[in-house]
C-alpha cells in the first residue's frame, strides 16, 4: 500500500493550495482517507476527513469553511483545497487510510492504518 501526498508548497497569508494524495495496492473505494498535520513543536492534528463512499466528510474547527476534502474514487485520488491560508496552516501535512466499516467519516489517528510521506505546506505574512 502506498499513499503520496503532493502539491505543498510556499504561499503568502491568503493564498490557496490543493494538495492530492495519490494511493495504490488498496481496495481504495472501501477506505476512509483523512488529512493530517503536524507543525514543529507540536503533536500531529487531524484536519478533515472523508468516508469512502464520499457521503460523509469531516473537518477540525481550523479548516471549516476554507478547506474542501474530496475524492476521485476511479483514480484513487483524495484533494484538500485550502483557501484563505494563515501562518498558523504551516505544517507537514499527510494523508493516512482507514478502512471504511461505518460510512461516516471518522479519521482517529491511532486508528489509521496506513500513511503517506508528507507535504510541507509554508504560509508567509
Known amino acids: 500500500v502506498q499513499l503520496q501526498a503532493s502539491g505543498g508548497g510556499s504561499v503568502q497569508v491568503g493564498g490557496s493550495l490543493k494538495l492530492s494524495c495519490a494511493a495504490s495496492g488498496l481496495a481504495f473505494d472501501a477506505y476512509t482517507i483523512g488529512w493530517f498535520r503536524q507543525a514543529p513543536g507540536k503533536e500531529r492534528e487531524g484536519v478533515s476527513c472523508?468516508?469512502?463512499?464520499?457521503?460523509?466528510?469531516k473537518y477540525a474547527d481550523s479548516g471549516k469553511g476554507r478547506f474542501t476534502i474530496s475524492r476521485d474514487n476511479a483514480k484513487n485520488m483524495v484533494s484538500l483545497q485550502m483557501n484563505s491560508l494563515k501562518p498558523e496552516d504551516t505544517a507537514v501535512y499527510y494523508c493516512a487510510a482507514v478502512f471504511d466499516y461505518s460510512g461516516v467519516a471518522s479519521c482517529p489517528p491511532n486508528a489509521m492504518g496506513y500513511w503517506g510521506k508528507g507535504t510541507q505546506v509554508t504560509v508567509s505574512s
Open positions: 472523508i468516508s469512502s463512499t464520499i457521503r460523509s466528510t
